[in-house]
């Protein structure tokens, strides 16, 4: 038998209080939906861009993220662009938005709206 150190492995997507918060806020009103679902695609002037969707069940190359009641589910395409990020949700005077604090990132455009790895 070895002796084999079990180490616990990193979330693939941590929420922070707010964005937990905000997405049962807005699945609240959707009972058919049972998460929300994460992806990137390419678009931007830097390469890659998030998407976020509502979602009725859990695709089959998905990973699932269960947090405090809520599921998120990233798409095979994303997995490793997002492992290790947080995703929140910010509110100012001016605008009200989800933000993915993403170790992986490289590069960003100018506006904020893409980024690439």
Do not use: W
């Not at 979330?11 to 992806?39: F, R, Y």
């Amino acid at each position: 038998v070895s002796k084999r150190r079990i180490q616990a492995t990193r979330a693939a997507l941590t929420l922070t209080p707010s964005a937990v918060q905000k997405i049962k806020e807005l699945l609240k009103d959707k009972p058919d939906h049972v998460g929300v679902k994460v992806g990137v695609r390419t678009r931007g002037c830097n390469g890659l861009s998030y998407t976020l969707e509502y979602t009725k069940s859990k695709g089959d190359s998905d990973e699932e993220v269960v947090q405090d009641g809520v599921r998120v589910f990233i798409e095979k395409k994303a997995q490793l662009t997002l492992l290790g990020t947080e995703m929140d949700y910010v509110e100012d005077k001016l605008s009200s938005e989800f933000v993915f604090n993403n170790p992986n990132i490289k590069g960003t455009c100018g506006c904020g709206e893409s980024f690439n790895i």
